[in-house]
Each structure stands twice: as C-alpha cells, then as structure tokens.
C-alpha cells in the first residue's frame, strides 16, 4: 500500500498535471494498461480504508466489534497462511497492533521495531522509517520466509499528507529538474509533496526490481499495489488541477504475476470493497 495516492496525483491520469514524473513505475506504459483506472476510496483514513480492504465490507467500525470473521487474513490463516503487516511508522497508532491482530494478521512489524536496529535509527524520523529502507527490510523478511506461505502487506508513509516526506537525510534520488516547476504554479508544499510521490514511485520500482533479484517474485508471487485511500481535500491538493475535489477519490489498483491473470474490464467502477473478493 502507498500512503494517500489518489490517481489523479498521477500525470498519466491527470492529463492537466502536463509534467512527466512517477514513471518509474504508477506511469510505466506497461502498469499503466493494467491499472484499475475507475476504483474508488471506501474507507478513509488509513485504518478505516485497511478495514474496508481487508475485510471486503463498507461499515469498517461494525468490523471490530464482530470480530473480522471473515476478513481476508483470517481466510488466508484457515489456508495455512503466515499474515504480516509491516508499516514504517509506529504499530500503536490508532491501536493498530490490537486491531490488525483481531483481523488475523500474526505478526505486526512497525517503527518500534526498527529502531531496536542501531543501523536503521538514522532513516526513522517525520512518521517513520523511510520507504526505501522499509522495502528492504520488507524483502528481507520475505527472504527469510521465502519457503512459507505467506501474505505480507506494507505501507509506507512517504507521501503521508500534507507534504510528505521533505528531508531525505541519508538517500539520493535521480534530479527532476520539471519538477520544480510546481515550485512557481503550484506552491513549495505541493511541489513538496508530488515530489515525495515521485520519489515514492522510484521506491516501488527499486523495490519490485530487487524481489526480482532475489528470485521472490516468481510465477507462486501475486504483487498488489493499491493505496490505503485517495488524498483527501487540503491545502496541498487543493493546489492541484485536476485533483478530486471528493475525499473518497480514486486509487491505484495493479496485478502483477508471471502466470497469467483473468481478463477484467480495468475502467469498471468498483471500490475497496472488491479487492479481497477479488484477490
């Protein structure tokens, strides 16, 4: 999961953005003919949004107090299968470590864990660790289970609002030089932010890249990108033309696989609700 994408962050669904970044990956030729272009936020925030993904039902607050009986970790559990949820900022935010574990996930992994690693302290700051590392560490684990089978989800934080992740302390990114042309039209916390989408986006390629080579992206893998909900209307997206202006807006959805997938109409309208139907 990326943190509060709405497609229409994306120039390559916004066609008034006008300036080409986040080609790494969302705007790719080849993710762009099998993204979900018409899937639409259920549940927002990110608790809610997760609920509603996880648990395939609108009512996200009625899920707690049943008990997430049928949530899509508690089906993959029945399965034999180990459920992870791995975020970069702290596992105890909006008591997410007792809620994902009611909805059947075995294991939670946040901030608090990784700064119990000396080496990582240095990329945890703002609201956590920073995508790149968390992607890492995210393989890593994977890796180490590679002969289980197992469901991971991850989110990062950033491109969390308003203006995502703006230091970059200890990595470096290719230059972007139209980028800063959002600096004159749009205002420095919206250049801010599309920036930090960007940087996201390379992180995602250099993420898939790398289960590549580690031989954990194979034809028994299914990748899911989405987003845990749209960008809801700020100061920041507010800046944006052609940004929705409606906080339950569109998300990326994509399916990647060696094996091939079933034909779906990718312009349907559909929502959160159908993605664990769907999975």
Same mark, same amino acid.
């Given at each position: 999961?990326?943190?509060?994408?709405?497609?229409?962050?994306?120039?390559?669904?916004?066609?008034?953005?006008?300036?080409?970044?986040?080609?790494?990956?969302?705007?790719?030729?080849?993710?762009?003919?099998?993204?979900?272009?018409?899937?639409?936020?259920?549940?927002?925030?990110?608790?809610?949004?997760?609920?509603?993904?996880?648990? +395939?039902?609108?009512?996200?607050?009625?899920?707690?107090?049943?008990?997430?009986?049928?949530?899509?970790? *508690?089906?993959?559990?029945?399965?034999?299968?180990?459920?992870?949820?791995?975020?970069?900022?702290? &596992?105890?935010?909006?008591?997410?470590?007792?809620?994902?574990?009611?909805?059947? /996930?075995?294991?939670?992994? +946040? *901030?608090?864990? /990784?700064?119990?690693?000396?080496?990582?302290?240095?990329?945890?700051? +703002?609201?956590?660790?920073?995508?790149?590392?968390?992607?890492?560490?995210?393989?890593?684990?994977?890796? &180490?289970?590679?002969?289980? &089978?197992?469901?991971?989800?991850?989110?990062?934080?950033?491109?969390?609002?308003?203006?995502?992740? %703006?230091?970059?302390?200890?990595?470096?990114?290719?230059? *972007?030089?139209?980028?800063?042309? /959002?600096?004159?039209?749009?205002?420095?916390?919206?250049?801010?932010?599309?920036?930090?989408?960007?940087?996201?986006?390379?992180?995602?390629?250099?993420?898939?890249?790398?289960?590549?080579?580690?031989?954990?992206?194979?034809?028994?893998?299914?990748?899911?990108?989405?987003?845990?909900?749209?960008?809801?209307?700020?100061?920041?997206?507010?800046?944006?033309? +052609?940004?929705?202006?409606?906080?339950?807006?569109?998300?990326?959805? %994509?399916?990647?696989?060696?094996?091939?997938?079933?034909?779906?109409?990718?312009? %349907?309208?559909?929502?959160?609700?159908?993605?664990?139907?769907?999975?």
């Amino acid at each position: 999961f990326t943190e509060s994408l709405s497609l229409d962050a994306l120039p390559c669904w916004n066609d008034r953005l006008g300036t080409p970044y986040a080609d790494k990956f969302f705007c790719r030729r080849d993710i762009q003919e099998i993204t979900f272009s018409n899937l639409l936020t259920t549940g927002s925030p990110t608790l809610q949004g997760l609920t509603v993904t996880f648990n +395939g039902h609108p009512n996200f607050n009625v899920q707690e107090q049943t008990g997430h009986a049928n949530s899509f970790p *508690r089906h993959l559990e029945r399965n034999g299968y180990r459920s992870v949820f791995i975020r970069s900022a702290s &596992k105890y935010f909006a008591n997410e470590n007792r809620v994902f574990r009611n909805m059947g /996930f075995s294991e939670i992994i +946040g *901030r608090e864990d /990784f700064y119990d690693n000396e080496a990582l302290r240095k990329y945890i700051y +703002g609201w956590g660790l920073e995508d790149r590392i968390l992607y890492q560490q995210a393989a890593d684990y994977i890796e &180490k289970h590679r002969d289980e &089978k197992l469901f991971v989800a991850l989110l990062g934080t950033d491109t969390h609002p308003p203006t995502g992740q %703006v230091h970059y302390k200890h990595l470096k990114y290719p230059p *972007r030089p139209a980028l800063n042309d /959002f600096k004159q039209t749009l205002g420095r916390d919206t250049f801010e932010w599309l920036r930090a989408v960007d940087r996201m986006d390379h992180d995602v390629d250099l993420f898939i890249d790398d289960l590549e080579k580690r031989g954990l992206f194979d034809e028994n893998t299914l990748i899911v990108v989405s987003s845990d909900h749209s960008c809801a209307v700020n100061n920041v997206t507010g800046r944006i033309p +052609g940004h929705s202006r409606d906080n339950l807006g569109r998300i990326p959805l %994509v399916f990647l696989s060696k094996q091939p997938l079933p034909p779906a109409p990718r312009d %349907v309208m559909a929502s959160q609700v159908d993605i664990a139907p769907s999975l």
